[in-house]
């Protein structure tokens, strides 16, 4: 039975920002498995052509899943407006239960431009309504991306609450609390291990506060930014794997902005899950979760100033490079005859 009184007024929506890299669809799964993450609608909002952070929520690629806790999410590849409104209208007709929603911006997203739908007047308003802002910052890479990247300074310009990641393996240095002091003093300041479900909801004011949410005046990303796709249908060696990352961390260097996905490893039954930085570095780790329902290889990549064909291009030559010297290799050696000798 629905608790009718969580279901009168607009729904809340908390946002969850952040750059490339700092880690919130990792954080988001963790927060969904409590208890007090039930009953909320998730919209993953990617940079892309092809969805991998779904998937880190073990969620199938349809349109609205129920995760194992009671969760529902969908993946929004185009009109962030247009999901909401679906999950509204399923809302009213009784398909969906829900009584909050938490969106994950894509990396290189505007929050302001979802602050604009929800305020008074806005596309999404009577439907729902803001609940916080909270922005990842990754305590390592912050300071240079903030400065680099308008993206990542608007994101946390426009937070109700910032929190620096992956301080376990270095501390936040003076020189990034200092400027994020400046893109935003009063968003209170925490570390990774404060950050909490309730971040999302808990303290929020009607329309939040008092700035501009419009987006920024462009809607072009500065630096050229493009996501490339690797896919294959077949498993993938590790050798080639090895090569391929090592391919892009060499020839990309700073331009690499973010790598993740999933691959299938040949002869086995393993699934890696691949995600990082260049400057972070690139990890794999062996995926224990739930299987993806796409298993195929799928790789995606952001950089600036790289062709949106090259990742494929790279991945391919590589995969045909390893079959011809495996296959070469793999000939048995002709007996020399002893009148040769």
Avoid at 45 to 52: S, W, Y
Avoid at 96 to 115: I, K
């Amino acid at each position: 039975m629905r608790d009718g009184s969580r279901l009168a007024g607009p729904v809340p929506v908390g946002i969850l920002t952040g750059f490339l890299g700092a880690g919130k669809s990792t954080r988001l799964a963790r927060l969904l498995k409590g208890a007090e993450a039930a009953r909320t609608a998730v919209i993953v909002n990617e940079f892309g052509a092809v969805g991998i952070d779904h998937d880190l929520l073990s969620v199938a690629s349809t349109r609205v899943t129920l995760l194992e806790n009671g969760c529902l999410c969908c993946v929004a590849r185009s009109g962030l407006q247009d999901a909401l409104v679906d999950l509204h209208v399923r809302r009213e007709r009784g398909e969906l239960d829900f009584y909050r929603v938490v969106v994950e911006t894509s990396g290189l997203a505007d929050p302001g431009v979802l602050l604009s739908l929800l305020s008074f007047g806005g596309g999404l308003s009577g439907m729902f309504v803001r609940a916080n802002v909270v922005a990842l910052v990754d305590a390592g890479t912050g300071a240079a991306l903030l400065e680099d990247f308008a993206e990542a300074a608007r994101q946390v310009a426009l937070a109700d609450r910032i929190v620096l990641t992956h301080t376990d393996l270095a501390p936040a240095p003076s020189s990034l609390r200092d400027l994020i002091g400046v893109l935003n003093a009063a968003a209170p300041l925490a570390e990774d291990g404060r950050f909490a479900f309730a971040d999302l909801f808990e303290g929020a004011r009607p329309g939040g506060r008092c700035f501009s949410a419009e987006p920024a005046t462009s809607p072009v990303h500065r630096h050229s930014v493009r996501s490339g796709i690797v896919i294959d249908e077949s498993p993938t060696s590790e050798a080639v794997l090895e090569l391929l990352l090592e391919g892009l961390q060499s020839q990309l260097g700073d331009r690499l902005l973010r790598v993740k996905g999933f691959v299938r490893i040949a002869g086995s039954d393993r699934i890696l899950l691949v995600q990082g930085t260049h400057r972070r570095g690139i990890e794999r780790v062996l995926w224990d979760a739930v299987a993806p329902a796409d298993r195929r290889t799928r790789i995606a990549v952001i950089a600036r100033d790289m062709p949106q064909e090259w990742p494929a291009a790279l991945y391919h030559c590589i995969r045909e490079e390893v079959q011809f010297w495996t296959a070469k290799l793999a000939r048995p050696t002709l007996p020399v005859s002893p009148q040769l000798l």
